[in-house]
């Protein structure tokens, strides 16, 4: 098929360059063009686009194919298969976004951030796995908002001079004149709204009116989503964007929660919805398959900004566990003739009890984020249309209810604080002290932490939790009853780390299935973009 693209200078194929400002390269005689200045053949309009259309036979995804060589797998579901091919003529949105990351430059992004993390699949990190990457332009939503109105609020000033603690108060106004803010959400139905998150924020600044010349080369989703989608979440966005203008404006003068409130309602009333726009974002693809689900690697072509999903390789975990127990192992060992410390096997049971609990904890959690996951409760953009997302929501969600992040907040300085204090005792000399203390504190704070697990339950596959609870409850009881000789307590105890070992190999099951998503499934096609200008 002859180019949409010929060189002026040899009729070869442009490809638009990232790297180049602008300008378009040729792929026969290597000479640039000014994209701004050049004309395409006419099938590439800057209000519509006629366009050879790729179908995946199996998951249903539709990519618009720029003047490209063709793909042998399918970017959405990773699926090698032959491409069904039509052509279409479709709409053109009023923005783009261009690449400006090349995708060698993308690709070692892809693999710094492999290189990062200690149980990588094999086969992640291949160079064939990476040379899978494309380019893709992806739609998107942009709700447009202006404003040239005034604020009014009442805010205080806080000070001290001398001996005296000072607040002024002042009635504020602000002029508060934005004429473009531009709120983007994806009108897609793969990128989860979770990873357009990560790899957010696009530069806005670089948005400029659609041009078909930047295309030349790249692959196009076809957008699947109705274009009034996210206006609710975009009205949100824009306010607290203006808010910060107003604050800005407000100087040193503060407003407190009731202001705040009536700031909100102000610019609530004048900042004017300027419609939605369609724009092409630039974002790297890259699809693995893990069986019958998918990891999902993207780059986004503006600013090289990453996500990944990181499922974890359990062969390479369990060597690297091995060696660390027989390093703690060691060092134990050690200290027995260091410090004399010795304890009897019986207290082993709340070490088991405890790290059982603490199992199925993790089990009720990872259970429930990898559920939400699969059933995209945190994903608008695949239920297309409002009123799916609603109809969905009921359905699959009893209990919406954000996770407490005590634990994330404080893991770091409790484990900090432990450690120290351990160190501290062992050179103290309390070390028998500490490990009696340890293991008399472990079966009270399991307890606790089984009910925290029975609290956290909420929907998803429950194996782990089931595990956790099991070993926990064995080792309960062990601790409980007495037994007429230790000989009994060492079975029991090899049970239970056999128990622990199986635990743990589901607990990295469960992850995996959370770190990767179902294959995906298009149900429908044609979205808003093309309506929305
Ligand atoms: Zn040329
Ligand atoms: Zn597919």
Redesign the pocket.
Known sequence: MATMFP??????Q?RFSPKSHFRMK??????YTNAREYTPDSSMGKDSLNTKVYTCPTCAGEIQLIDNDGMEFCPFCGNQTTMQEHFAKGGAPKYILPFALEKEEAKEKYNEQTKKYCFTPNGLDDKENIDKMVGMYVPYFIYEYGINDIVKYSGSHEHTSGNYHITDYANVTVNVDVEDVQVPFDGSQTLDDTISHYIEPFPMDNLIEFNPNYLAGFFVENSSVDKDLYVEDANEGAKKYLFGKVLEQGGQYKPNEKEKTYINRQLNEKAKSKGVAGAYFPLYFLTTRYGDRVAYSIVNGANGNLYMDMPIDKNKMYRTAFVVSMIIFAILLGCTFLFDFSFKIEKVTSFSAFISSVISYVGAVLADKAYRKDNHLDDKGFFKTKDNVNKKKEDKEKKPKKKDTFWGKYSTTIIIVAMTLLIFSIFTGTFNGVINLTFGIMMPVSVIIIVLAAISVKKGDKKVLKLGIFGWLFSYIIHVISLPNDIFYYGAMIFVFVMLLHSMSAVVHQYNVFATRPSPQFEKHGGGLEHAK
């Open positions: 060189c002026p200078n040899c009729g070869g442009l040729c792929t026969s005689c290597g000479k």
